[in-house]
């Protein structure tokens, strides 16, 4: 069966970096796009940034261009998130997904209709 797991979360101050990972397995990896996505409670979730499954293109949200770089490593079959210039506001859980061969835009809208596998989040605290 597929699993989605992601790592490391923390409580960084502000100003550090951060950089999550997220392996996958019960799938080809390479034939998956793939997004971090975080859910404030209260809101849907909404996608942060998303790879498609070549690596080829990426989408970020407009609240991390510049500063969150995404990237991945088919031999390892993981994904990773690169959060420089964290913020307090970055605070939240963030979740990875894989969905089969999807724009990179299209994973990151959670309304677009792709069977999405979820990993069960990672807590980042930003302190001031």
């Known amino acids: 069966h597929v699993q989605v797991v992601e790592s490391g979360g923390a409580l960084v101050q502000s100003v550090v970096s951060l950089r999550l990972s997220c392996t996958v397995s019960g799938l080809t990896f390479v034939d998956y796009s793939m997004g971090w996505f975080l859910q404030v409670p209260g809101k849907e979730r909404e996608g942060v940034s998303c790879i498609s499954w070549s690596g080829g293109t990426t989408y970020y949200g407009d609240t991390v261009k510049g500063r969150f770089t995404i990237s991945r490593d088919n031999a390892k079959n993981t994904l990773y998130l690169q959060m420089n210039s964290l913020k307090p506001e970055d605070t939240t859980t963030y979740y990875c997904?894989?969905?089969?061969?999807?724009?990179?835009?299209?994973?990151?809208?959670?309304?677009?209709?792709?069977?999405?596998?979820w990993g069960k989040g990672t807590l980042v605290t930003i302190s001031s």
């Open positions: 997904a894989a969905a089969r061969r999807v724009l990179a835009t299209s994973m990151c809208d959670v309304r677009f209709p792709a069977m999405r596998y």
